[in-house]
Nanobody
């Protein structure tokens, strides 16, 4: 099970921090590549960021690159997403996901991830 939390209502320009904790069958997430995606109403699911098992390989989506940081705490089976300078277009449901394959580089494709959290809503208000 993946539990994402930390969403809510923020103002334009604010920072936000999302967390995703793995438990149960996904409790060995320290062994897995993890990613964040988001989906706005009427739009396709969009890659936000991904982090390798070691934490040394990181990828960001173009729309958040330069103002977001993904990190992980392997001891706590938790991955974090920090985003600065929030924009209205960041409004979406944010999902964390696990890639259980032996992939080394985070994939930007949703189909590469096997387990998904329930999502947490982020709304950026102007």
């Amino acid at each position: 099970q993946l539990q994402a939390y930390g969403g809510g209502l923020v103002q334009v320009g604010d920072s936000l921090r999302l967390s995703c904790a793995a438990s149960g069958r996904t409790g060995n997430s320290r062994l897995m590549l993890m990613g964040w995606f988001r989906q706005a109403p009427g739009k396709e699911r969009e890659f936000v960021a991904g982090i390798s098992r070691s934490g040394r390989r990181i990828e960001y989506g173009e729309s958040v690159k330069g103002r977001s940081t993904i990190s992980r705490d392997t001891l706590k089976n938790t991955v974090f997403l920090e985003m600065n300078s929030a924009k209205p277009e960041d409004t979406a449901v944010y999902y964390c996901a696990l890639d259980t394959t032996a992939r080394v580089e985070p994939s930007t494709l949703p189909d590469a991830y096997e387990y998904w959290g329930q999502g947490t809503q982020v709304t950026v208000s102007s």
